[in-house]
């Protein structure tokens, strides 16, 4: 998943959580607003800081790359 994918999707993760949050707690429209808004920026900091991670951390496929075997 790259970055963008990531940010967006827990950007809409995060949206979506925060009206079901103010909704079910019935907080006023001016602080559900700035609620809802933190809770979709962290989101999409958290999902581009997962998809850098996923990036910077080797999987199966990288362990093979580059050796052969020799058969020695």
Not at 2 to 7: D, F, I, N, Q, R
Not at 25 to 36: E, G, S, V
Not at 64 to 70: C, E
């Amino acid at each position: 998943m790259t970055p963008t994918h990531a940010a967006t999707s827990g950007a809409l993760i995060g949206l979506m959580l925060g009206i079901a949050i103010c909704l079910i707690q019935a907080i006023p429209i001016t602080d559900a607003l700035l609620r809802i808004a933190i809770l979709t920026f962290v989101g999409a900091w958290m999902g581009l800081l997962l998809a850098w991670l996923n990036q910077l951390l080797p999987n199966k496929q990288d362990d093979n790359k580059g050796h052969r075997d020799t058969g020695i």
